[in-house]
């Protein structure tokens, strides 16, 4: 099908590099033509029509703007759409019914469960889980445009986006944060970017292959596991200065007694880390 991209960003641009191999894309637009100008070259797109001719000669309209700014990229779009149209945005908290309803436009939201630290390269990566949800009509056409060479396609409940997008920022954004505050204590000791790899990021990588393996019950170690409420206890207090990490120790430890541990010592535990 034909194929036009709306918002060169780095989602945008990594999904619709791979629709190419099935599809036609038509072209794409940015407000920011620097950007706009780096994606045509990366897909090799020789004649790009401008934003208008763009909307009128696809078929298939992917919307990859910031989710913000979605229902106005929409309201502006959709006045000027003619014929049958199906119209997809890449919101992974946002359903599909913000996109303005008419007869001929079908529409649908198709939310990669991945993440985009930079823009694709040639040989980026080539296979992607899509969460969708939307129009039965413009969900058939997505099984058709997100070939399964590439793409494996899961339906989800509109209702249910706001958790499912926080698992994403979970397993993403808040791992990265997590990392981000093992620096600011390997930070006080004297630690610098040569323990990071040497040291942290081997035993960050250890223990998730251990959860893929033993799973999460099984993976656990340390003073949590063992019942060791001094060591707990002398956490705390080289913790105490320092709110913001002590939040965090407490946060994800208190989560890790509720579901994790079991026996005498689970009542103790829970009693220190409030």
């Not at 033509?33 to 045509?40: D, F, N, S, Y």
């Not at 000027?80 to 992974?92: L, M, N």
């Not at 396609?153 to 990392?179: M, Q």
Request: proline share 4%.
């Amino acid at each position: 099908m034909r194929i036009g991209l709306i918002g060169c960003g780095r989602v945008g641009v990594s999904i619709t590099r791979l629709l190419k191999y099935n599809n036609q894309i038509v072209g794409m637009y940015d407000r920011n033509k620097g950007k706009q100008r780096q994606a045509v070259k990366l897909l090799n797109i020789t004649n790009n029509p401008d934003y208008w001719k763009l909307i009128d000669q696809s078929e298939v309209l992917l919307i990859a703007t910031p989710d913000d700014i979605i229902p106005q990229v929409c309201k502006k779009m959709i006045k000027s759409i003619t014929g049958t149209k199906y119209v997809f945005h890449f919101s992974g908290s946002l359903p599909a019914d913000i996109i303005p309803k008419k007869k001929n436009i079908h529409r649908a939201s198709v939310h990669p469960f991945a993440t985009f630290p930079k823009k694709p390269a040639a040989a980026g990566r080539q296979h992607f889980f899509l969460s969708i949800e939307g129009d039965p009509q413009a969900i058939r056409v997505a099984r058709m445009i997100f070939h399964e060479r590439h793409f494996t396609l899961r339906k989800i409940k509109k209702e249910n986006k706001p958790i499912y997008h926080l698992i994403g920022v979970f397993s993403s954004n808040l791992l990265v944060g997590l990392v981000a505050s093992i620096n600011e204590l390997a930070a006080k000791i004297g630690w610098r970017r040569q323990e990071l790899e040497q040291m942290i990021i081997p035993m960050i990588e250890e223990t998730t292959t251990n959860i893929k393996i033993l799973g999460v019950q099984n993976s656990l170690s340390g003073p949590l596991r063992r019942g060791d409420v001094e060591v707990i206890r002398k956490h705390l207090r080289a913790l105490r200065k320092d709110k913001n990490l002590l939040e965090i120790y407490k946060a994800l430890s208190r989560t890790i007694v509720d579901t994790l541990i079991e026996g005498k010592q689970k009542r103790e535990l829970k009693k220190l880390l409030r």
